[in-house]
């Protein structure tokens, strides 16, 4: 199993839309949780840690299952300017790094 | 603006030649990194620094060198290059390990040729 797995896409989505994102990870020991998001062309920037009760950052929300090693990211209403590819990043890799999912990516059309 | 702060933005170099990317940093963070991005790769970490005087190998180390020169900066070398690290570079900073993620500089696109 790769350390952190997420559906590569693309997810094309009208205006309005909302979508989901999910995540998968490995290490079980892991304490730290985040979406990041990366525009074409650009560095990742971080979009929102996760935790374990679930938060919200306006249209945001992220979950965290720890039992199932799951994580995910919900965008509603979805804008022309949230198309990018999305990050999911988890710590504790055997180094105690973070560890970056290959990303989701989204386009929203109009 | 605080961050973190890479050059060249972009470079091409010749098979064989060699050169150093640079990275600071003026958050004090502790910690710095470096990555390369591929497509359908991902980032991989390449070396890391997880404070002053000490340089560890990530996932993907060999043809690099790192020198943590202070706290602030974090050079990568390629002593050798080759077209299979033709790749976007990226360094990063944390404060505290990982805990609260890391800032980004913007990027070195690298084309050996």
């Known amino acids: 199993r790769k350390e952190v797995e997420q559906d590569p896409g693309p997810f094309n989505v009208p205006e309005g839309a909302t979508v989901a994102f999910n995540c998968t990870y490995s290490n079980s020991a892991s304490q730290s949780f985040f979406w990041y998001r990366q525009d074409c062309r650009k560095e990742p920037k971080l979009l929102m840690s996760?935790?374990?009760s679930g938060n919200e950052d306006g249209r945001f929300t992220a979950q965290l299952n720890r039992a199932s090693q799951y994580i995910s990211l919900l965008i509603r209403d979805s804008k022309l300017s949230d198309s990018a590819t999305y990050l999911c990043?988890?710590?504790?890799?055997?180094?105690?790094?973070?560890?970056f999912g290959k990303g989701t990516k989204l386009s929203v059309k109009p | 603006n605080a961050g973190v702060t890479q050059t060249p933005k972009f470079q091409v170099l010749k098979t064989g030649q060699s050169m150093t990317l640079q990275c600071a940093q003026d958050m004090n963070h502790n910690s710095m990194y470096w990555y390369r991005q591929d497509p359908g790769m991902g980032l991989r970490l390449i070396y890391y620094s997880a404070s002053e005087g000490t340089t560890d190998k990530g996932e993907v180390p060999n043809g690099y060198n790192v020198s943590r020169l202070n706290k602030r900066e974090f050079s990568l070398r390629l002593e050798s290059a080759a077209p299979s690290q033709t790749s976007v570079y990226f360094c990063?900073?944390?404060?505290?390990?990982?805990?609260?993620?890391?800032?980004f500089g913007s990027g070195t696109r690298l084309t050996v040729v």
């Open positions: 996760v935790y374990s």
């Open positions: 990063a900073s944390s404060a505290a390990g990982s805990i609260y993620g890391y800032t």
């Open positions: 990043v988890v710590h504790g890799g055997s180094q105690g790094n973070l560890i």
